[in-house]
């Protein structure tokens, strides 16, 4: 089996040096990887989740580091954490589920137990939480009433026979939630890998007969969408900015005349003039954010205002592990990366330009080429994602149900 900081390492080695290309392969190969940091985990029989969760953040924060931009992995490492309280919950509520039906059942014979005190409702909590992490003298001594605190004199054979059975069930409990975690994890991985399919199939809904879709660049989630739309024997046109510097969208208008559909290529800067004749855009996003807004690449902003001109549609199309617990202003967003200046310049026709030798060192050209847009959630009408359409005004809560309000800093708790 490989050693598991051998992996993080590579894998933050490929983060780090952009060799992990979109959000869809940084999410998946993020849950993979947390998925053996969970099952090489090893527990102790008390605080098992917090060993989980100082695992995985540990983990997560290393990742993070490595390349700040790429939402998606925080996303996962969020949702791994969120789903390791869930299950520690989950075994929680089942453990005093289970103190429940016990007493229940000694209500029958309460005429043989007349003698014993009654545990407390905090009694009862106190020996929940003990299922999850070690009690305190201060939970033995206020909570417990002393009869039932002191066990009854036994033969030492039922001690040796209790013990070796309180070991049986801590162990069990340790293989039961790594299994639930592991399992949730797969299932989130499932997820991720049928996003896409989600979304597309909801296309029929959303694209009519005879309409004109605009869209810009190339996302493989909108180029699946359309030609869902497409089987499914709609007819419609599609015009494609061509998303300079990198013309991602001559990409997809070759793909998307591959399956059939009329394709036009227009320019980013006639967006505005050809956006009157579009009854709907629809495009990717690289990270949906707490407030609704978008984080999409680079000139979406601009059709965005276009589409707000001329009332539009501006539909949003992304699978859930695109969705991120922060808010733009939040310190931990990194909004933007900056490219190569080669993409927009060849540096032999203007070097004389970037002579760093003139004015003390400072070039009298500068290039700035950044990655991606914001666009507010004002300019959205609608989010597709795999679990149906949202407005705007719902992400929050869609969000809610996907993380917890204890992982949106992903650091390792101290030790101090």
Known sequence: MPDVQALVGDFALKLKRRKVE?????ARQTAELLR????????????????????VRAVGEQLIAANPVELAVGNIIRRVL???????????????????????????????????????????????????RAPSLHTLLEDIPESAAVPHA???????EGKSKSAADKSLKSRKLKHDVIEAINE???????????????????????????TLGRSRTVKEFLCAAKEKKRSFRVF?????????????????????????????SAVFAMISRVNMVIVGAHAIMANGGVIAPVGLN??????????????????????????????????????????????????????????????????????????????????????GGHNPSYMYRLIADYYSADDLVVKRRSTS
Do not use: W
């Open 302 to 387: 601009m059709v965005a205002l276009a589409a707000r001109r001329h009332a539009v549609p501006f539909v949003v199309v992304a699978g859930s592990h695109k969705l991120c617990p922060l808010y733009p202003h939040n310190p931990e967003v990194l909004l933007n990366d900056l490219r190569s200046p080669a993409d927009l310049l060849d540096f032999d026709e203007f070097s004389d330009c970037m002579d760093f030798a003139s004015r003390g060192g400072s070039p009298l050209l500068h290039v700035v080429n950044p990655t991606f847009d914001y666009v507010p959630p004002n300019l959205v009408s609608l989010f597709i994602t795999d679990t």
């Open 240 to 268: 494609v900015a061509e998303g300079a510097p990198r013309y991602q969208g001559h990409v997809l208008a070759k793909e998307l005349v591959t399956k059939g559909l009329q394709t036009t290529i227009i320019t980013d």
């Open 82 to 132: 969120h789903i390791i309280r869930e299950e520690d919950l989950s075994s929680t509520t089942t453990a005093m589920e289970g103190l429940g039906l016990s007493a229940d059942s000694d209500d029958d014979n309460a005429g043989d137990h007349e003698d014993r005190p009654a545990l407390s409702a905090a009694a009862v909590a106190a020996a929940a939480r003990s299922a999850l």
């Open 22 to 26: 979109g959000s869809h392969a940084s």
């Open 36 to 55: 053996s940091v969970v099952s090489q985990q090893r527990l102790p029989h008390a605080g098992q989740a917090a060993v989980l969760i100082d695992a």
């Open 188 to 214: 989130l991985i499932q997820d991720i890998d049928t996003c896409h399919e989600q979304i597309s199939e909801q296309a029929v809904e959303h694209i009519h007969q005879n309409e004109v879709i605009l």
């Open 154 to 160: 036994s033969s030492s054979g039922g001690d040796s």
